[in-house]
């Protein structure tokens, strides 16, 4: 869980993040956060990770709200290449990025495109 945290501080889009939530047990945890993002964006994480299982979300949306893109692996779309690995754009894509190092390259990228 350090690891996210150091990933966060030491990206080049992420102005400043909160801890919403988190919980540690024995064998898993559970995180979510709000990051604000130097353009004024946000990026919603939420991350369940145990020996047995991993789910996240990762919402990046604009200052008022509006989707520009979900990360997730809620295992609901069978039929793409991906699944459950799937992206909300807001149309329904595959997508290769599962974790939030991953997902943060992707924004860094396209926020640099401009």
């Not at 047995?52 to 692996?73: A, F, H, T, V």
């Not at 390259?105 to 396209?110: A, D, L, P, R, S």
Request: proline share 3%; no cysteine; net charge negative.
């Amino acid at each position: 869980m350090l690891r996210k945290l150091q990933l966060l501080e030491s990206s080049r889009v992420i102005e400043k993040f909160e801890i919403l939530d988190f919980k540690q047990g024995e064998d898993f945890y559970f995180l979510k956060i709000k990051a604000i993002l130097k353009n004024g964006n946000e990026l919603r994480i939420k991350e369940y990770v145990s020996e047995n299982e991993y789910s996240y979300s990762y919402q990046w949306q604009d200052n008022e709200g509006r989707l520009i893109i979900r990360w997730d692996n809620s295992p609901h779309h069978k039929h793409l290449n991906t699944f459950p690995h799937h992206k909300h754009t807001p149309d329904l894509e595959e997508s290769r990025e599962t974790n939030m190092e991953e997902v943060l390259k992707v924004i860094e990228e396209k926020l640099e495109e401009g």
